[in-house]
């Protein structure tokens, strides 16, 4: 069972008899690749355990063109010259061609990587016994399909929910790559092609000459799977690692000592996807301590892996945690970002892209996109998102994200008066024509046999590069692709996932925070549990400015913060007046009594109360509607998850009591329908 947990929605089970019968698939695989290392051969192994697998039939993997009927995977260049004809049209980096309709399944990549996407998405509707005749072409959104860990070199992870790091211990790279190997398998599975994989609160350590051999054996381990590694900096490394006596990164010394070290990576890791850096944030050093921009801290990078190739991820989420006062009423850490960066734009070099948190604060349940995408128009950009549910139940909860992340890549920034949705126009590098553009997601798996700590998370993985791939599919369907792949096909199991996983965010929202107050959750520590209290007061700057009469953040520009004002001017309006403003962000933009009354007809004070009634219930609902499985899911998964939702339906009672009653004393207005 724990290898079933490790193969996540790769466990090729044997599927009904009667749906093999219907199969009907060729009888032999020829990868037009015979080096072990490659994309290609890869692809034609995992064809053949896929198949094996869930069809029950073995076939041979062969090099070279048969004339009999087979499944072809190659690129599209390799398999024209062996004079293979192909319906295929041009086709991008990383894009294939799927072709089931002739005598011979074509598989077909732009370069090696797409093929073998091509092969998983072929295996992938096999192992759904969807067998229909199909013949299509498919280019990922963006290029830029990355995961982050946050893992320390201790072997620790920084909120990581599932034990420790597969990749570091004792200071050190693993010896033992196994695991690696087998998470850059799922990470190809779902299209994505880089992995960051230290702490961004980074430890200069993994400069160490033997670090970077390790580096090289982790980079050996995930590149059959087209998934090239990259590492986090820490900013201070050439003084703290090097002995120099600065970091300034304009100081000779300084560029010579990073190019010398970027210079040894790539001796080890030649393909290496480059660096990600947090500067100046949170405790970190960076380029402003010496008064230099953060756009100098970053070219400084972005010279020395340029004759490579590679790429900076330079992250936006900066912000001055000592200089945030709340008796400030204009002070405001969501305007961080912007402010840091908006003059900046056209200073970056080509090879940068600004890594934006969806959100101006901090994963929170529901936020507002971040204005910043608006700002980098001279500059590529990325987005953050987090698998990681650090302020989202740390996967003791069920919160199915992609409808939080939909929120965001759906939204419509209308920059400078145009059509410019975040993940279709913005993230796509169309809207500011950009070729280097994408996603990164905070994944943080550990050694635990399911990779984030529990089963029903990995559709947060799954979902991930789905959209990542495409930010336009359906939430819906890519979970249920996600649950026929895990636990089979099963109508009635399809059914109960799919309620239980899109209630879940709404749920959480409702007994966490609402109308885009925050999470309510520990601030200063765990982010976990209730903890309202916390959530002013903190130099965190993560604020709701709740008082016996009223709450929210005044972020408007004629009388709060200013914050709304960073929107392209059709979206600031609108967010400038609580009348255009969304309930479910009114306290996001606006500071307001308990007795406002939303667009719902409710007040504020009994939305709380409502809300978070009715997201305990709902989740009371889960471990019942989850029993109704019983012997539909193997014992184990259904066990281990029956402990976890009823472990959700109990902490839902203790968000529920807590924050009711918090705002119950604050405001003195007692709940008039909540019992
Ligand atoms: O929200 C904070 C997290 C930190 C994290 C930081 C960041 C890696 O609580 O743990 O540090 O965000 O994203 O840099």
């Avoid at 295929?88 to 370069?111: C, R, S």
């Avoid at 709340?326 to 969501?334: F, G, Q, T, V």
């Avoid at 472990?647 to 008039?672: C, E, K």
């Amino acid at each position: 069972a724990a290898e079933d947990g490790l193969n996540a929605w790769l466990r090729y089970a044997r599927l009904p008899d009667n749906i093999i019968r219907q199969a009907g698939i060729p009888s032999s695989i020829v990868a037009l690749n015979s080096t072990e290392t490659s994309p290609v051969f890869v692809a034609g192994l995992e064809l053949q355990r896929g198949i094996k697998g869930a069809l029950g039939t073995n076939l041979d993997v062969a090099h070279k063109s048969n004339k009999g009927s087979s499944i072809v995977v190659g690129t599209v260049d390799a398999f024209t010259a062996t004079g293979g004809k192909t319906g295929a049209p041009e086709l991008e980096e990383d894009g294939f061609w799927l072709d089931t309709t002739g005598k011979t399944v074509q598989i077909l990549g732009q370069n090696e990587r797409g093929a073998l996407y091509g092969a998983f998405e072929y295996l992938s509707m096999l192992a759904q016994g969807n067998f229909t005749k199909v013949a299509y072409a498919t280019n990922p959104s963006a290029s830029i399909r990355w995961v982050n860990q946050w893992d320390n070199m201790d072997g620790t992870i920084e909120r990581g929910y599932a034990g420790l790091s597969i990749f570091f211990k004792n200071n050190t790279t693993v010896a033992n790559t196994t695991r690696v190997a087998e998470y850059a398998r799922l990470l190809a599975s779902i299209g994505i092609n880089g992995i960051v994989v230290n702490n961004v609160n980074a430890n200069p350590i993994l400069l160490s000459d033997e670090n970077m051999a390790g580096l090289g054996k982790i980079a050996d381990a995930m590149r059959p799977w087209g998934v090239r590694v990259g590492i986090s900096l820490n900013f201070a490394s050439p003084q703290t690692l090097g002995g120099l006596p600065t970091f300034d990164p304009l100081d000779k010394s300084v560029v010579a000592w990073w190019h010398d070290q970027t210079d040894k990576l790539y001796k080890h890791v030649p393909d290496m996807a480059g660096y990600l850096v947090k500067a100046n944030s949170e405790g970190q050093p960076g380029p402003i301590t010496y008064n230099r921009t953060l756009a100098d801290g970053a070219n400084l990078f972005a010279k020395a892996v340029k004759p490579y190739g590679g790429i900076v991820m330079f992250r936006a989420f900066v912000y001055d945690y000592q200089h945030l006062n709340e008796s400030n009423w204009k002070d405001d850490r969501a305007n961080a970002a912007v402010d840091h960066f908006r003059d900046l734009d056209g200073e970056f070099d080509d090879n940068i892209i600004v890594q934006v948190k969806y959100g101006p604060i901090d994963f929170q349940v529901r936020e507002p996109a971040s204005p910043l995408f608006a700002h980098l128009q001279q500059t590529s950009s990325a987005i953050e998102l987090q698998v990681s549910q650090e302020y989202l139940g740390q996967q003791c909860h069920l919160v199915y994200l992609a409808p939080l992340w939909k929120t965001i890549l759906d939204f419509d920034l209308r920059i400078d008066g145009e059509k410019s949705v975040i993940g279709e126009d913005v993230l796509s590098g169309k809207r500011f024509n950009k070729k280097l553009s994408g996603y990164a997601a905070v994944v943080n798996v550990g050694q635990n046999t399911t990779w984030l700590g529990t089963h029903l998370a990995m559709s947060n993985l799954y979902a991930y590069g789905r959209i990542a791939w495409d930010p336009t599919v359906d939430e819906v369907a890519i979970l249920q692709d996600w649950t026929r792949l895990t636990y089979g096909l099963n109508r009635k199991v399809l059914d109960t996932i799919t309620e239980l996983s899109m209630q879940s965010w709404v749920a959480y929202e409702n007994y966490t925070g609402n109308l885009g107050v925050q999470t309510l959750t520990d601030i200063t520590y765990n982010h976990y549990g209730p903890n309202p209290q916390s959530m002013d007061n903190n130099p965190w700057g993560q604020w709701t400015r709740a008082d016996s009469d009223s709450i929210g953040m005044d972020r408007t520009v004629w009388n709060g913060t200013g914050f709304s004002g960073q929107y392209p001017s059709e979206v600031a309006a609108r967010f400038e007046s609580i009348e255009t403003t969304p309930d479910d962000l009114l306290l996001w933009f606006h500071h307001v009594p308990y007795t406002h009354v939303l667009k719902s007809g409710k007040t504020v004070i009994q939305h709380f109360y409502d809300a978070h009634y009715d997201g305990a219930e709902t989740a009371s609902s889960f471990p019942r509607k989850w029993t109704s499985l019983k012997g539909l899911v193997d014992t184990q998964r259904f066990e281990e998850m029956l402990f976890r939702l009823e472990y959700q339906a109990g902490h839902a009672i203790v968000w529920r009591d807590s924050i009711v009653q918090f705002y119950n004393n604050v405001s003195g207005i007692p709940t008039a329908a909540a019992a």
